[in-house]
């Protein structure tokens, strides 16, 4: 699947849509996930070209004052009679967990700064007007929906980049299909996503899936010959009385769980925003008695708390445990911190999670170290200091 398929969704909804050329939308995409952790696989099973032409039985109601020539393929703005774009960007204000750096204060730089590249004079898009439209989805599906209305109504977007949380995805991509409007996230790794003819033909998820992590583990299992019943999962989980549906991590460790066979395996939970370090003691001292393989998801500072519990039960030094660490966002690369380090705690602590890291493995997205992303991440930096000029 390139990208010019993902560009042909937007051709079936004319008159209404802008067609972006397909090395444009590219850069984008690549500023857009810049900061999103890195790029460990790529699922682009987008429904090819023409998958989703217009019919008489989907609505193409335009309300805002456009018109189409064949010459360009672009939507032109009649008031200014200039090619127009319109990016919606449908991203969390404050990030909904502390590892989480993919938010509006963050991406919407780096849009910025791909659309002033883009639309220079010489730029592959010289000539455009791009708008910039964004909404505080609140990693609510509530909140998330009402803000993709909101920007439909008002003109209609000619692709959405977000929303990064699940709950949020399923419904906006849903009307993306509808809409004959691409999405383009650094989220999405459940594997129900897919699923294209269940309603997400125009999604594309840049990050893989969660099932990658579960081939993974399996590989391993293989290659040193572990049972399923020799791990245990010890992961982030809401109260399901609090009714916030499933964490990003319980849904990477049920992919794990299917993928290496582990119906015999131990599975303890814990919210962490509400667990305590006596907490993490008492789920190892059950894990300690059936498991010899501990695979873990929680954020970096949970993961610290668990691995200086398990080198106080001698889990470390008596080397017959393997701790795994399932780090989903890749907020490893967004500190030049160890991660067993914590400023706010004693030398004495930080001596012991440095040696408890010893038995753990990291499983997290590689940051790339080329010299072209370095400077492109300290123009990122700069950049952030000013506030972003939306148009």
């Known amino acids: 699947m390139s990208v010019t398929d993902v560009i042909d969704l937007r051709r079936a909804v004319k008159p209404c849509t802008a067609t972006l050329q397909p090395l444009v939308l590219l850069l984008l995409l690549l500023l857009f996930l810049a900061l999103g952790g890195g790029f460990p696989g790529l699922d682009a099973s987008v429904s090819g070209p023409g998958s989703n032409k217009t019919s008489g039985t989907l609505p193409q109601n335009c309300d805002h004052r456009t018109m189409v020539t064949d010459d360009y393929d672009v939507t032109v703005d009649a008031e200014t009679n200039g090619k127009f774009i319109k990016f919606a960007i449908l991203l969390p204000e404050k990030p909904s967990k502390a590892r989480d750096v993919r938010i509006l204060s963050t991406v919407l730089p780096v849009i910025e700064m791909a659309t002033k590249v883009v639309?220079?004079?010489?730029?592959?898009?010289?000539?455009?007007?791009?708008?910039?439209?964004?909404?505080?989805?609140?990693?609510?599906?509530?909140?998330?929906?009402?803000?993709?209305?909101?920007?439909?109504?008002?003109?209609?977007?000619?692709?959405?980049?977000?929303?990064?949380?699940?709950?949020?995805?399923?419904?906006?991509?849903?009307?993306?299909?509808?809409?004959?409007?691409?999405?383009?996230?650094?989220?999405?790794?459940?594997?129900?996503?897919?699923?294209?003819?269940?309603?997400?033909?125009?999604?594309?998820?840049?990050?893989?899936?969660?099932?990658?992590?579960?081939?993974?583990?399996?590989?391993?299992?293989?290659?040193?010959?572990?049972?399923?019943?020799?791990?245990?999962?010890?992961?982030?989980?809401?109260?399901?009385?609090?009714?916030?549906?499933?964490?990003?991590?319980?849904?990477?460790?049920?992919?794990?769980?299917?993928?290496?066979?582990?119906?015999?395996?131990?599975?303890?939970?814990?919210?962490?925003?509400?667990?305590?370090?006596?907490?993490?003691?008492?789920?190892?001292?059950?894990?300690?008695?059936?498991?010899?393989?501990?695979?873990?998801?929680?954020?970096?500072?949970?993961?610290?708390?668990?691995?200086?519990?398990?080198?106080?039960?001698?889990?470390?030094?008596?080397?017959?445990y393997v701790f795994f660490n399932i780090e989903i966002f890749g907020s490893m690369a967004a500190t030049k911190n160890p991660p067993w380090y914590s400023r706010n705690d004693t030398d004495e602590r930080n001596l012991k999670a440095k040696e408890a890291y010893t038995a753990l493995l990291q499983v997290v997205a590689r940051e790339p170290e080329d010299e072209e992303y370095q400077q492109f991440s300290n123009e990122v930096s700069q950049h952030n200091q000013k506030p972003p000029k939306i148009t």
Request: aromatic fraction near 10%.
């Open 119 to 320: 639309t220079d004079p010489g730029g592959l898009l010289a000539g455009f007007r791009i708008e910039i439209d964004h909404r505080d989805t609140q990693c609510s599906s509530t909140y998330g929906g009402l803000g993709a209305f909101d920007m439909f109504l008002k003109r209609k977007p000619d692709i959405f980049f977000g929303p990064i949380c699940d709950y949020v995805i399923a419904p906006i991509a849903r009307y993306g299909a509808v809409w004959g409007i691409p999405l383009i996230t650094s989220g999405g790794l459940t594997e129900a996503f897919s699923l294209k003819h269940k309603g997400y033909s125009t999604l594309t998820r840049m990050m893989g899936n969660y099932h990658e992590f579960g081939a993974m583990m399996r590989d391993i299992h293989l290659h040193y010959q572990w049972t399923a019943g020799s791990a245990a999962y010890l992961y982030h989980e809401w109260d399901e009385k609090l009714g916030r549906g499933f964490t990003d991590c319980s849904m990477a460790i049920n992919s794990i769980n299917r993928a290496i066979g582990g119906n015999q395996t131990t599975s303890d939970t814990f919210d962490e925003d509400m667990a305590k370090y006596a907490d993490y003691l008492r789920l190892l001292r059950r894990i300690e008695k059936r498991a010899r393989i501990v695979i873990m998801c929680a954020s970096p500072a949970t993961i610290r708390e668990i691995m200086l519990a398990a080198a106080e039960l001698n889990m470390v030094s008596s080397g017959e």
